[in-house]
């Protein structure tokens, strides 16, 4: 009798420690599985657990995924986790059990689970079902890979630490905004994905070289895909004559074709990558400015060079306005 009510507790106990927040939608949907959420999934730790809940009337069940129907399984890189399907009081399911690897064995009690694998940041979940008898379950993630780079024209190179790309959700929500999947993805990194379009986008430089676009993720394929960037690296210095040496302590303000100021820094040289177009830049040094246009052209980096003379001076007044 102690025995049974011992199993009991240690039962209950690790299913209150291992509890995340899940929706309640789930209870509501056909199979439990529609709309099941599990919230910062990549965030957890993975614990290293075989062990068996409880022993005498356990069950074992070995889980494998596939990246399509017709798949090998996948033998590194997946997160393993079993919920209980009832909700507890607060809306939440109870996590039973966890692993982290390739295919994973469970000893667990007889009964109805929710299986959730995640790869990367793609991801399946499957009801089972736990006996007695030992038996395998497997699940299709309908994944792939996505690798991102971005070139100039001409397919010219771009310096992997000035380029960064974020993927969002294909579809638009109803405000035309799109959910952020994941930010500051480095070139030429794998990303792993359910199959779909997702909505990229390539940030070259941190002021206006943007590039977007729709990609299709295939599953069981490695998607690449590279972006034309029409931008240029510019390099603008205070000076008072041509080749002379940059003035320090300058402030700089850089204008667009409509004049909205889009870029401001301090320094001897402001550098940035722009967007091929018209531009204005205003250097303040002391109590002068000046001002020069110039146009970027995609591909061509220069060197700008703002003369601190008379002619290039603005009014004071003028420069404030």
């Keep these: 009798m102690f025995e049974g009510t011992l199993r ?25 599985l529609g709309d099941l959420k599990l919230p910062g999934i990549s965030s957890y730790a993975p614990p290293k657990s075989e ?41 939440k399911l109870p996590m039973v059990a966890s692993a982290h690897g390739g295919s994973a064995v469970f000893q667990l009690e007889p009964g109805s689970y929710l299986v959730h694998a995640s790869y990367g940041r793609a991801g399946a979940t499957k009801r089972i079902t736990v006996g007695n008898d030992a038996k395998r379950e497997s699940l299709v993630l309908d994944a ?4 991102l780079d971005a070139v100039l024209s001409g397919g010219v190179r ?24 994941i930010p500051d993805v480095e070139p030429n990194s794998v990303v792993r994905l359910n199959a779909g379009v997702y909505h990229v986008v390539s940030t070259y430089g941190s002021v206006n070289a943007v590039i977007r676009s729709d990609i299709r993720v295939e599953a069981g394929k490695l998607t690449e895909a590279a972006v034309e960037h029409r931008a240029a690296e510019m390099t603008m ?13 300058t402030s700089w303000s850089l204008l667009n074709e409509s004049g909205d100021p889009i870029k401001e820094t301090v320094g001897a040289f402001a550098s940035m990558v722009l967007a091929e177009g018209d531009y204005t830049i205003i250097a303040k040094n002391r109590d002068r400015i000046y001002q020069k246009d110039f146009t970027v052209v995609a591909g061509q980096n220069k060197e700008i060079e703002v003369l601190a003379t008379e002619a290039s001076a603005m009014d004071p007044e003028e420069g404030a306005d």
Excluded at 70 to 75: F, L, N, P, V
Excluded at 144 to 147: E, M
Excluded at 169 to 181: C, F, K, M, T, Y
Excluded at 241 to 249: M, R, T, Y
């Design 51 to 91: 062990i068996p809940l409880a022993s005498g009337s356990s069950g074992a069940i070995t889980l494998s995924a596939q990246l399509t129907d017709k798949g090998a399984d996948i033998t590194r890189g997946i997160v393993w986790r079993v919920f209980k399907p009832e909700p507890t009081g607060d809306g």
């Design 144 to 147: 792939g890979g996505l690798k």
């Design 158 to 181: 771009i310096l992997p630490k000035k380029l960064r790309f974020s993927i969002y959700e294909g579809q638009a929500e109803a405000n035309h905004d799109r959910a952020l999947i």
């Design 8 to 32: 009991l507790f240690l039962i209950w106990l690790a299913a209150a420690l291992f509890m995340v927040p899940v929706s309640l939608a789930v209870a509501q949907d056909a199979d439990g």
């Design 237 to 249: 210095k205070l000076v008072r004559e041509p080749g002379g040496e940059a003035i320090a302590d």
